[in-house]
């Protein structure tokens, strides 16, 4: 892979050129910041930048003038090669809390092998309504130990309006659901997203991640993209770069309450 030429391709066609999430969401673009407005309980944040050290400021400034004003809590996403190289810092002072960096990882669908499937006694569902989403809630709470209310708020909506460009699956054993995750099919650019893959704790290290990983992919495929993006965090990246995904660069969610 072409570190650099797929890197400048993710620059700019998900994040400068990024495109609102599903129903409800819109995006912003400034002369140096493009921002993603969503609902209350929906993300809302910063997607990409083109700073330098006279313009971050001011800059920082503006978005916190935004978001507050709206009543929305935000993340401003940021990227290991975004400039100034101490964005990060500026953000802290300005009240920003960042939380445990992740690696942004990518994967050319061809060069991967897809011939993985899910353990024995272990179904992968799809999800299409109310009740599937409340599964994948379930395993979300039970996987990362955090509030699921944001997910369904997401998700249901998506499903009923824009469900071209979401793809949800839930992992069941017997009717317990023990794994979730999501694909998100981007209109206009190459890349699909692998997001929210988890494993509630006692069914890990059986393989569901990697299946669950090998049917999004094959999904993306088959509807013509060419290339996988993973946000990996410590416990997911060797699994990924055990089935071809590189790292490309790193990000770090910068919160402000």
Known sequence: MDHAAVLALFDRETREGARPEGPGTR??????????????????????SDLDESTADEAIAEQIRCFTGLGREFEWKLYGHDLPADLGERLRA??????PEE????????GLALDVEPPEGIRLVPVTDATGVDLVADVHTKAFGTDSTWLRHQLQPQLIDDPDHVVVVVALAGDEPVSSARLELVPGTGFAGLWGGGTVPHWRGRGIYRALVAHRARIAASRGYRHLQVDAT???RPILARLGFEALTTTTPYLFP
């Open 27 to 48: 995006v912003e673009r400034g002369a140096r910041v493009v921002r993603r407005i969503g609902a209350a309980h929906g993300w809302n944040g910063i997607v990409w």
């Open 234 to 236: 410590d416990r997911s």
């Open 103 to 110: 690696t942004v990882m990518v994967a050319e669908i061809a």
């Open 94 to 99: 300005a009240g920003f809390a960042p939380e």
